[in-house]
């Protein structure tokens, strides 16, 4: 979404955009629909920028089961309780002040299903893809697991 669009347009990133038609298309008229699938691993986490604890993190969350919409991302230290982390873009997550290490995280899928992985950016504060060692279910229910990651 974007503050000059309406509410039956889809804004999308040009790279995206040149997927399905030429960027001087400009507005082009478009069919969808939004679909469930179950990936086959757990989801998984790119930290793109980490400046350690105190300092600003950048993280991209993939693929999630369901329909793929996070309604929130959170991260813990481990002297601390969750702190929010703000939306930029998809599913790209940042926090400006991350806490001490280890971190766990709480993914919160758009249907409100949560699941958390423990210790999953380790005492080393590692940067790259990272497995979760968590997915969502297509059933619903919420639930959480120690992450592969953290180690």
Sequence with gaps: SCPECGADHID??????????PPSGGRINVRYRRVSCQPPSSMNMNVQSNYG???????????????????AVQIKGPDG????????????WEV????????????????????EAKSLVGSSGQVGDLPTGVQFSLSGK???APADGGK
């Design 12 to 21: 999308l990133q040009a790279l995206v955009f040149e997927k399905i038609a």
């Design 53 to 71: 604890p105190g300092a600003w993190l950048r993280l991209v969350v993939g693929g999630t089961a369901g329909k793929g919409a996070m309604k």
């Design 81 to 92: 309780s969750w702190t929010d982390m703000e939306n930029r873009w998809g599913n790209a």
């Design 96 to 115: 400006s002040k991350a806490p001490g290490l280890p971190w766990d995280f709480k993914f919160v899928a758009e249907d409100g299903q949560a699941v």
């Design 142 to 144: 919420s639930g959480s």
